[in-house]
């Protein structure tokens, strides 16, 4: 394991990295992308000509060391190599969200004071030329796919493949050039800056250093014992940390294969095709496929419908025990081993998880039926507790010991530490250097000794694992002192299939309601089923029966809380359907799907008013912004509806 | 660029066309162009004879009067087979896809002219006709790139919603490789950003295929957006042909359109 090892000096930057790879794996697979029906393959030593060839067009393009340079576009091989190909030359390559809209693309160009992009396609060209004149900083846009940009003739732009061009001329000219600035790279350089998603107001840079980001990534393919046959799937935001260490880092560090989707509406099938071992996905994929699942189920054939949920009764029963490596009796593993080959293995492998050895989560919490779910299959799921600050890995749910409530045990070299406030601490060597241009904030977050705080509530269980409660800032109380950690309660209402997105309110409030996003696939499913005809979303949210079916939902949530002594005065005593889905273009979620609940409290305060009053129904007007930029308004009479309680309220109404 | 008076280059010249069903006169004596290269609009209120338009144009209707000049070529009697040949394509009012193929297979069928293997050889899925699939396979993935219909490939057409129904048309009669494309209400039926979709994609066919266009649409606002010229039919006559902003401002359209006041 010591030659993985950054430190020794020779692997200590990704450049480095990939100069090794392309001599120890010169053949293997670095990369692969799907394009016209056909995955194409970069082995590593392919990819390292073709990185080489980029940076040194760059250079040519005026590239100089300490340079930001936005990168921004779906996963695609060619943006990854200009991660790569920045550092190189020095610079600091800064991944942007691909959906941003051009206002917060430019805060964050004019933050980073980027001076170059390297972009996906026309999209992401146009939405640069359209804010150009308010980022003055930038110099030249490089763009990889041709397509629609015939009668784009600024001189600023440049199209991918004519840069390599350059670079290779420029190589010719000047050979020692490349290998001379990848030397000049070392491990406490910063390598990337990346932008925290913005829960609460403006997005920071996060500046994290090649130490920062291989120490970390090495780490945790030593955790797992990842190797250079791993075949993964980079389909998450490349601005994202956890894209940048499991598509990237990792994959250098272990020399693993990444590979590219089509689109990111072939997902599902490409993931069938790869057939990932290593696989991340936050909560809401995993949600999905077992929605999907379960839908497509309920349209089976009764006798297949009985076989399914047999067998899943059975995996429920001794899946997770098996998979832990816990006896379990010999009839049981009988029954489990048919399971497998007429309802696990086959599923497994429509949903492309066949050869999963090591699944991650993070992000949000995940039900725990999805969860075990997932678990009783087969799959070795596991949760970990996250952050850009931290190079992603905090802590992680050990092999055998994985419990559906915990995060885990911290990951190597990271030590995790509990304030009197209940705040969690951690220190390991992916803690970032600093937010750009932001001391202050830096000062806040990282204490003095190296500590930096998570801002999120949390405890250490009995056999030394992490539990996250909620937000610390977020949990509140309600008039008669009663705790209220929205999140927790948000979490219970999403692990129905039916429910999508919940905000839960009780801060300084006599009792706790709620707004529901309905899921439109599974609710929209189940309204067919039933001869519901409805013409959208809004239709379908303000339906009674879909308010009955609600309405359910929200009182098991209750008698759940009921249970618990702590929790039961938090019981959602009122709620409403929302008529239009939370969405990032309006501002209400962030680019990573977290609510973002001061627009939400803003934006609804008639609503919010109205479950705190007796109204029963409350006329709305919303406005929506579409994709393209247009704004629309949406009007419906939303309803109110009171849930029943239990427990709690019997008390206190005696 | 020989003469003078040729360029710009006529493409498709409609002369003099009447066409009548017993005593219906469908077409009377139209004439108009199409220059290579444009998008040509036709419009019209219901029953203006747009539609049977375009079916004079790809043979399947034989107009009683008047000449088609396609690439020079002026023709008597046409069958559509013979117009798809010369490298005429079109796309229909109401959806005729085959419902139970894939989205792939549906634009492989585009390619059946281009076919010049035998039945047997493809049959047996041997040498010749085996590299012919696999270079007409190419070309519909240029398609299906183009289109970015990738996610359904592989889906039954007759399961995808209405609007990608007509974006897997216009592939199939992309697939063809068409000089000339007939599109018959392409957004018909369609939402807002599902018609901002069809004429983004009509826009590129035009500009980065080069193919012409002669389309026939209802909604206003996308025809005077994105055609070079339009020709106004009402009640099988010619009302007006020209610019979308000369049209816009012809009286007689005006009237068609919106009704005339009676002083």
């Known amino acids: ?654 | 660029m020989s003469e003078q008076n040729r360029s710009p280059d006529i493409l498709l010249n409609v002369e003099g066309i009447s066409l009548s069903f017993g005593g219906v006169k469908a077409l009377n004596n139209i004439s108009f162009d199409v220059r290579k290269g444009e998008i040509r609009a036709i419009i019209g209120p219901n029953g203006a004879g747009k539609s049977s338009m375009l079916n004079c144009i790809n043979g399947f209707y034989h107009p009683q009067e008047g000449q088609i000049t396609f690439k020079g070529e002026t023709r008597k009697q046409m069958q559509p087979h013979k117009a798809a040949e010369q490298g005429i394509a079109r796309t229909f009012q109401n959806i005729a896809l085959f419902k139970g193929m894939s989205t792939l297979d549906n634009i492989m069928t585009g390619r059946n002219l281009k076919m010049k293997t035998n039945f047997l050889w493809q049959a047996l899925h041997l040498g010749p006709a085996r590299r012919e699939e696999m270079q007409h396979r190419e070309a519909a993935e240029r398609v299906i790139d183009f289109l970015e219909i990738e996610q359904i490939r592989k889906t039954p057409v007759g399961r995808l919603p209405y609007g990608l129904q007509k974006r897997v048309e216009l592939g199939r009669a992309l697939a063809a490789e068409p000089d000339l494309l007939l599109l018959d209400e392409p957004m018909a039926g369609m939402n807002h950003e599902e018609k901002e979709d069809m004429c983004r994609y009509i826009l590129d066919v035009n500009d980065q295929l080069g193919t012409t266009i002669v389309l026939i649409e209802h909604d206003m606002s996308v025809v005077m957006d994105i055609s070079d010229r339009v020709v106004v039919l009402d009640y099988g006559k010619l009302l007006a042909d020209g610019t979308p902003d000369v049209v816009r401002a012809n009286q007689d359209v005006i009237n068609a359109y919106l009704g005339v006041t009676h002083e």
Not at chain 1, 344 to 372: C, H, M
Not at chain 1, 577 to 603: C, F, M, S, V, W
Not at chain 1, 610 to 619: D, R, V
Request: overall charge negative.
């Open chain 1, 1 to 654: 394991m010591t030659g993985l090892m950054p430190s020794s000096g020779l692997r200590d930057t990704f450049p480095k990295l990939l100069l090794d790879n392309a001599r120890l794996r010169a053949d293997k697979p670095a990369n692969r992308e799907k394009d016209y029906g056909i995955w194409l393959t970069w082995s590593w030593s392919q990819i390292a000509e073709e990185i080489r060839a980029l940076a040194c067009g760059l250079k040519d393009l005026g590239v100089e060391p300490g340079d930001k340079v936005c990168v921004c576009g779906d996963n695609r091989p060619h943006l990854y190599w200009a991660l790569t190909a920045v550092q190189s030359l020095g610079g600091v390559p800064v991944p942007v969200y691909q959906d941003s809209v051009a206002e917060e693309m430019q805060y964050i160009y004019d933050h980073a004071e980027a001076k170059y992009a390297i972009v996906e396609n026309q999209e992401q060209v146009d939405k640069l030329l359209e804010i150009k004149h308010q980022i003055p900083n930038l110099k030249s846009i490089v763009y990889n796919d041709s397509r629609g940009m015939r009668h784009y003739d600024q001189g600023f732009l440049h199209l991918y493949a004519d840069v390599q061009d350059r670079g290779r001329a420029y190589d010719a000219a000047y050979p020692d050039f490349f290998l001379s600035a990848v030397d000049q790279g070392q491990g406490s350089d910063t390598c990337a800056m990346l932008y925290t998603s913005g829960t609460t107001g403006r997005p920071k840079g996060v500046m994290l250093s090649f130490d920062n980001l291989l120490i970390t990534a090495n780490n945790g393919c030593i955790r797992e014992g990842l190797s250079e046959d791993e075949e993964t799937l980079a389909y998450l935001p490349m601005a994202w940390i956890g894209d940048n260490i499991f598509s990237h880092a990792q994959a250098y560090c272990a020399g693993y294969c990444v590979s590219c989707p089509e689109s990111s509406d072939t997902v599902i099938e490409d993931l069938r095709e790869i057939g990932p071992t290593y696989f991340f996905a936050p909560p809401r994929i995993y949600e999905s496929l077992l929605t999907t699942v379960m839908i497509r189920i309920e349209d089976a054939a009764k006798s297949k419908q009985r076989m399914f949920h047999y067998f899943m009764g059975v995996a429920k029963r001794v899946g997770m025990d098996i998979l832990d490596g816990n006896p379990v009796a010999f009839g049981d593993r009988l029954l489990y081993g048919i399971g497998n080959i007429l309802v696990y293995s086959p599923l497994k492998n429509v949903l492309g998880l066949s050869r999963v050895r090591v699944g991650y989560t993070a992000g949000e919490a995940i039900g725990p039926d999805i969860f075990i779910f997932y678990r009783s299959l087969g799959l070795n799921l596991k949760q970990l507790y996250a952050s850009t600050e931290a190079s992603v890995f905090i802590t992680i749910q050990p092999d055998g010991q994985v419990n559906p409530e915990s995060a885990g045990t911290p990951a190597i070299d990271v030590d995790v530490k509990i304030t009197d406030n209940g705040e969690v601490l951690f220190k390991s060597p992916g803690v970032f250097q600093a937010y750009f241009k932001d001391e202050q904030a830096t000062r806040e977050t990282k204490t003095a000794d190296g500590w930096v705080r998570t801002g999120d509530a949390g405890y250490m269980d009995g056999q030394g694992h992490l539990r996250i409660i909620d937000r610390s800032k977020d949990v509140g109380k309600l008039r008669d002192g009663t705790l209220f950690a929205p999140k927790f309660l948000e979490n219970k209402l999403k692990f129905f299939p039916h429910i999508k997105e919940a905000v839960t309110f009780g801060h300084d409030r006599d009792y706790v309601s709620a707004f529901i996003n309905i899921d439109l696939e599974s609710v929209g499913n189940w309204a067919e089923r039933r001869n519901i005809a409805y013409s959208g979303y809004t239709d379908l949210a303000g339906q009674d029966a879909v308010y009955d079916l609600i309405q359910t939902c929200v009182e098991q949530v209750n008698g759940d809380l009921a249970a618990d002594e702590k929790l039961s005065g938090s019981q959602i005593k009122r709620y409403l359907i929302l008529h239009k889905e939370l969405d990032a273009d309006d501002g209400e979620l962030t680019r990573t799907r977290k609510l973002r609940r001061q627009p939400i409290a803003e934006r609804y305060a008639e609503l919010i008013d109205a479950l705190y009053s007796g109204k029963t129904h409350c006329p709305v007007e919303a406005q929506v912004t579409y994709e393209d930029g247009r704004t629309d308004t949406i009007n419906a009479d939303v309803q109110i509806r009171d849930a029943m309680t239990h427990g709690a309220s019997v008390r206190a109404a005696e």
